[in-house]
Nanobody, 113 residues
Framework: VQLQASGGGLVQAGGSLRLSCKASGIVFNINTFDWYRQAPGKQRELVATITSSGSTVYTDSVQGRFTISRDNVRRTLYLQMNSLQPEDTAVYYC????????WGQGTLVTVSS
């Protein structure tokens, strides 16, 4: 299983970014995927989850600003991030659990004030 994340970068507060995570070696459409993030000096936290049926769950701090989605044909997971704030600065990881955890390599999002 490989998860290839991309789309991070530097953005001003109030701006937007879209993260992508391309999956291979996995039956994509039947699995639940997540985005996590880890800010400097903090523990990794769950940001959003999307099930195989498209149901979504968000952590409170991103509710209404972030949207997780998936394209089963392209085998790609997305995280649309709007109204970004400096506290969203972190390395973002895509994740899937298949008997154990699989992680993407992480993509850095930096939000300047």
């Amino acid at each position: 299983v490989q998860l290839q994340a991309s789309g991070g970068g530097l953005v001003q507060a109030g701006g937007s970014l879209r993260l992508s995570c391309k999956a291979s070696g996995i039956v994509f459409n039947i699995n639940t995927f997540d985005w996590y993030r880890q800010a400097p000096g903090k523990q990794r936290e769950l940001v959003a989850t999307i099930t195989s049926s498209g149901s979504t769950v968000y952590t409170d701090s991103v509710q209404g600003r972030f949207t997780i989605s998936r394209d089963n044909v392209r085998r790609t997971l997305y995280l649309q991030m709007n109204s970004l704030q400096p506290e969203d600065t972190a390395v973002y990881y895509c994740h899937v659990f298949l008997r154990w955890d699989f992680w993407g390599q992480g993509t850095l999002v930096t939000v300047s004030s």
